[in-house]
């Protein structure tokens, strides 16, 4: 049974480029939260997918987007990259009604 | 004041001592609080989950939840090396709630 999925494990890029991020839930999960995790602080939420729409975002500007597919797996997008967006970004999910959240291995964004 | 606090650490103890490692936190809300480990720059890895006040054993690990405190403890026996790792606590509100995270604490286990 595999766990949740990301991909890229890494990607460098310039600022103001844009980048997606690419997460597949663990097997029988419908729920998806993306999370961003600078260095040495606590991941902070960013904002969570159900049944392909935002259901519920934290305290991230615009230029974060997302996006959810049929099959539950999700995209996070960030435009005009900031050398500030530099982080590991890490996908969770949970099951249907279930609060405990499951994490994926991230992406590290490094942003030049 | 952060919603969450946790002492960031290191804690450095000796191989076999038990560990205590805490959070406190400030709005009254949460009701679903976890503990998770993270080994350098991989995903945070869940630990143990808990509703509400009261303990929770598994292994060598025990949750504890004080809501009247606001303060939650994790408590680790017979430590091992591989249980070097940043401890992360993290709590809800429930429903679409994203998670709060604490800063997380840097544990090292000395052989």
């Known amino acids: 049974d595999a766990g949740v999925t990301q991909s890229p494990t890494h990607l460098i890029k310039t600022r103001g480029q844009q980048v997606t991020l690419r997460c597949s839930p663990k097997s029988g999960h419908d729920t998806v939260s993306w999370y961003q995790q600078a260095l040495g602080q606590g991941p902070q939420f960013i904002f969570q997918?159900?049944?392909?729409?935002?259901?519920q975002r934290g305290n991230f500007p615009d230029r974060f987007s997302g996006h959810q597919f049929p099959n539950y797996s999700s995209e996070l997008n960030v435009n005009a990259l900031l050398l500030g967006d530099s982080a590991l970004y890490l996908c969770?999910?949970?099951?249907?009604?279930?609060?405990?959240?499951?994490f994926g291995s991230g992406t590290q964004l490094s942003v030049l | 004041q952060k919603e969450v606090e946790q002492d960031p650490g290191p804690l450095s103890v000796p191989e076999g001592a038990i560990v205590s490692l805490n959070c406190t936190y400030s709005?009254?809300?949460?009701?679903?609080f976890m503990w998770y480990r993270q080994y350098s720059r991989k995903g945070p890895e869940l630990l143990m989950y808990?509703?509400?006040?009261g303990n929770k054993e598994d292994g060598r690990f025990t949750a504890q939840v004080d809501k009247s405190s606001k303060y939650i403890s994790l408590f680790i026996r017979d430590s091992q090396p591989s249980d070097s790792a940043t401890y992360l606590c993290?709590?809800?509100?429930?429903?679409?709630?994203?998670?709060?995270f604490g800063k997380g604490t840097h544990l090292i286990i000395q052989p």
């Open positions: 808990t509703y509400s006040s």
């Open positions: 997918y159900y049944e392909e729409e935002e259901r």
């Open positions: 993290a709590m809800s509100k429930g429903g679409a709630d994203g998670l709060t």
């Open positions: 969770a999910s949970s099951p249907p009604g279930g609060e405990k959240l499951f």
């Open positions: 709005n009254s809300a949460f009701q679903y």
